[in-house]
C-alpha cells in the first residue's frame, strides 16, 4: 500500500479509503522447525505503551478518538471495526481477523465489535491515562 497525507491506497486489494487508517494481514516472517515469528510492526509504528485485550464477552468497545495513534494485532478471534473521521464525517468499516494489524491514525474515531474471547495487542503512541485519553463520540 501506499500513504499519502492521510489517504491510503490498498494496491493489492484495490481499497481506497480517506480515513487515516490503515489495515494488513501481517503473515509470517519466518519459520523453522523450531518456531514462527510474526513481525507486529518494525518501524512503522512506534508505541509507548503495549496491553493485551481479552474480550470476555461480544459488546462494543471504543466509540471514542485520541490526539495519538493506536495499533491493534489480533492475535485470535476477529472484531468488526468502524471507524470515521468527526471532521468530514467520512465512514469506513473493516472485518479484523487473526493474524490482521490495524494501525489508526490520530483523531479517527473508533469503535470495535469484537467476537467472544478475541485477544488483540493494542499499542499507544502516547501513554494511556484510562478516560482521560477518551473522547467521547458515538457512532451510530
Known sequence: HWRVRG?????????YTVIDARMENMGIAHQDE?????VIFNGDFVAKQVKVLEVKTESILGNHY??????FYVLRGGA???LQSPDTKERESLLL??????????????QFLPSKDTIMIEGTSETYQGDKSDVKYQID
Open 34 to 38: 523450531r518456531r514462527i515469528l510474526k
Open 80 to 82: 468488526i471495526v468502524n
Open 7 to 15: 489517504l491510503v491506497f490498498w494496491l493489492n486489494l484495490g481499497i
Open 97 to 110: 481477523k487473526e493474524g490482521d494489524r490495524l494501525i489508526i491514525g490520530a483523531r479517527i474515531v473508533h
Open 66 to 71: 485520541h490526539p495519538y495513534s493506536e495499533l
